[in-house]
């Protein structure tokens, strides 16, 4: 019998940067260090972090293999697929043995050991927990002629980030029943009937896909050093 949980860490790196200028954004330099490079280090820092599986494109996976060669934490690497839940699913298809596992976006460079502990805490509930923060501009829904239908009630709204934990089988389970296209994982869990979890997440755990988010970021890292 295992006396602790084995947890995964899924970092999904396999997008094509198209919104980058030709610069592939997990590779582009942040702070004098890649921007993947940052994410690895924080996962390898979580203790509760079993194994890491890195999906990443043909184009750069020989520079992941060198940003990961310094890891303390165990490491896979393997080729995504063209749209981002494809990438997780062939991660998922490199895993055994696992209980929990935590997917991240690899272009989320602030992430931090605690909010992937939080996410595991907070999983114990449903099986499934994902960050997130309150919206805080007012959000219109609008038609194909770009006239307004509705204004939600803002109170009601979170922008969901990564990392996103779920309970091994859940996630297993959704992504084999997965239909059409998904932006993020949680919303293939859901599809399935399984209850969804917010945690607070952080607004400075920005995802880079202009170069302007990479200023920002940068802006960031050097108000917190």
Known sequence: MKNKPNVSAIIVAAGESQRMKGI???LASLAGRPVLAHVLAAFDKCKSIDNIVLVV??????ACKQLAAGLT???DICLG??????????????LKDCDW??????ARPLVTKELIEQGLKAAKETGAAVAAVPVTDTIKVVGEDKVVRETPPRQNLWAVQTPQVFRFDIITGAYRQAKGEATDDAALVERAGYRVKLYPGAYDNIKITTPQDRLVAEALLKGSS
């Open 24 to 26: 592939d954004k997990v």
């Open 57 to 62: 494109n043909s184009k750069s996976l020989e």
């Open 73 to 75: 934490t165990p490491i």
């Open 81 to 94: 697929g063209k749209r981002r839940q494809d990438s997780v699913a062939a991660g998922l298809k490199r």
């Open 101 to 106: 596992v935590v997917i991240h976006d690899g």
